[in-house]
């Protein structure tokens, strides 16, 4: 099985990854296409730097930074997988890699690196309405609650009558 795993530098997609070895481990034969996806150049970097092959290095340069985090995880766990860093639009660009290398399903962070988050991100939101395969979420953990102890600790004491 083939699994797309997009990575955008987020401690939420390495765990979308770890939850790929995860499954290799239990048995699940697969192979991995770690992607990350760079915006495009905007209009004020195409200005100022007016070689779009040295925007386009740039753009690869700093996927390949984010992403070095998850080469070394799936060299770790001794993992076959493909490396890709794309330019374009997010959610197309993912689209077009699922056919382009034949992925049978995508494993994701719920949400990216942006600013604004809701409770599902565009991105993903965009991947479960339009992957031709499946897409399986992974959300980040819960916030850890405050022992009892400190909460007690922080409660006012009961008045005496």
Same mark, same amino acid.
């Given at each position: 099985?083939?699994?797309?795993?997009?990575?955008?530098?987020?401690? $939420?997609?390495?765990?979308?990854l770890?939850?790929?070895?995860?499954l290799? *481990?239990?048995?699940?034969?697969?192979?991995?296409?770690?992607?990350? %996806?760079?915006?495009?150049?905007?209009?004020?970097?195409?200005?100022?730097?007016?070689?779009?092959?040295? $925007?386009?290095?740039?753009?690869?340069?700093?996927? *390949?930074?984010?992403?070095?985090?998850?080469?070394?995880?799936?060299?770790?766990?001794?993992l076959?997988?493909?490396e890709?860093? %794309? !330019?374009?639009? +997010? !959610?197309?660009?993912?689209?077009?890699?699922?056919?382009?290398?034949?992925?049978?399903? +995508?494993?994701m962070?719920?949400?990216?690196?942006?600013?604004? *988050?809701s409770?599902?991100?565009? %991105?993903? *939101?965009?991947? $479960?309405?339009?992957?031709?395969?499946?897409?399986?979420?992974?959300?980040?953990?819960?916030?850890?609650?405050?022992?009892?102890?400190?909460?007690?600790?922080?409660?006012?004491?009961?008045?005496?009558?």
């Open positions: 099985m083939k699994l797309l795993v997009p990575i955008d530098g987020s401690e $939420l997609a390495l765990q979308a770890q939850h790929a070895i995860a290799a *481990r239990a048995g699940l034969e697969l192979e991995l296409v770690l992607a990350n %996806v760079q915006e495009p150049a905007s209009a004020y970097e195409m200005l100022t730097l007016h070689d779009p092959e040295a $925007l386009a290095e740039v753009a690869v340069g700093a996927g *390949r930074d984010l992403m070095a985090p998850a080469v070394q995880l799936a060299d770790i766990a001794g076959p997988y493909a890709t860093v %794309v !330019v374009g639009d +997010v !959610v197309p660009a993912l689209l077009e890699l699922i056919e382009e290398e034949g992925c049978d399903a +995508v494993i962070g719920s949400h990216g690196m942006g600013l604004v *988050r409770a599902l991100g565009s %991105v993903s *939101r965009g991947m $479960l309405e339009d992957a031709p395969v499946p897409v399986t979420f992974v959300k980040a953990p819960p916030e850890p609650e405050e022992d009892a102890e400190e909460a007690a600790d922080e409660a006012p004491a009961p008045e005496a009558d």
